[in-house]
């Protein structure tokens, strides 16, 4: 049963919504007791992140500096901000309405909940140094969502298009990650000059944060045996094939989500399907020189191809009523 384009597009953006909570509460977890541990310049420990979501400007703009506690409003609690947990999980669920009698009332009452129980708090979660349960509880809503609808949902064009969703929200935020990481102006390696030790370490501390902010540590450290360093973790999120939530497993998930849509739609768009494939081609057969050094796909480059095929979905099934 082909969906109409309203439909599909919630749906769509459902997958979306509920990755992106997912992937700023890994994040933030992680980024906040890093700073705790790491003595001065928290501002440039937050810059990374919130390069994320438009830089310090909308941070200044609002609460008229960037330190831990309005960092942590920003990227937590403000619903104006559109990558935030609280705005993710209330889109989602605006999305959702529309849907209740299409999904399964599991997934609507899980995703209802979680709007109900993280939606509403504000600062005083920092106040009572609650930012870990409040990020484990949102993560845990994105699992236990997306587990409902793996369980439940029928793998039908709507299953597909929650799935395409959050496979290129998924590859799309990695690549910012690691481009904000690799980007940044306080890290000797970005700048390709020598290390001492002191700050070999603390490359080392940064680079572990991203690991642990995509859930890779154990993954990582298990899989690569040559130490953690930026070129070794880059790698890895972008190209292992096995690991969830590197670019290449999301962007090869992507390409089967839009083939099983394209047999609802047999040969009506085949651009996205060949932006798609081309996207994971390029995965599959390059390596970490030709991402961060010249001539190949560099990591600006592979955002967007993420965010044209992102695009041409847009485009094509959303733009038709």
Not at 167 to 181: F, I, S
Not at 225 to 252: K, N, T, W
Not at 271 to 284: G, N, P, T, Y
């Amino acid at each position: 049963m082909l969906l109409l384009s309203r439909l599909a597009e919630n749906l769509y953006w459902i997958g979306r919504y509920m990755e992106r909570a997912e992937n700023t509460a890994r994040l933030l977890n992680v980024n906040y007791y890093a700073t705790l541990e790491s003595a001065g310049r928290v501002r440039e420990h937050w810059r990374p992140l919130l390069e994320l979501t438009g830089g310090e400007g909308p941070v200044i703009e609002r609460y008229g500096r960037v330190d831990t506690r309005s960092a942590t409003t920003w990227l937590a609690f403000d619903l104006d901000n559109p990558s935030s947990i609280a705005s993710s999980l209330a889109r989602a669920r605006q999305n959702a309405r529309g849907l209740r009698d299409r999904i399964p009332s599991e997934m609507w009452e899980a995703l209802n909940r979680s709007y109900l129980n993280l939606c509403f708090e504000t600062g005083g979660v920092m106040d009572r140094d609650g930012l870990y349960e409040y990020c484990v509880a949102a993560r845990e809503a994105s699992q236990f969502f997306f587990g409902i609808a793996f369980a439940t949902l029928p793998r039908d064009e709507g299953w597909s298009f929650l799935r395409s969703g959050q496979m290129l929200e998924r590859a799309d935020n990695t690549v910012r990650v690691l481009q904000a990481r690799l980007d940044s102006p306080d890290d000797p390696a970005a700048a390709g000059g020598p290390a001492d030790p002191t700050w070999r370490a603390l490359q080392e501390q940064r680079w572990v944060s991203v690991l642990k902010g995509a859930s890779a540590f154990e993954a990582y450290r298990k899989s690569v045996h040559s130490g953690i360093d930026p070129r070794g973790v880059a790698g890895f999120l972008l190209f292992d094939e096995y690991f969830p939530r590197s670019v290449r497993y999301s962007a090869e998930n992507l390409h089967d989500a839009l083939t099983q849509i394209d047999r609802c739609h047999p040969d009506a768009h085949p651009e996205i399907l060949r932006l798609s494939r081309w996207l994971v081609a390029r995965l599959q057969y390059a390596r970490i020189d030709d991402v961060l050094g010249t001539p190949g796909p560099t990591l600006p480059e592979l955002l967007v191809e993420i965010n044209r095929v992102g695009g041409a979905i847009d485009a094509a099934y959303f733009q038709q009523e």
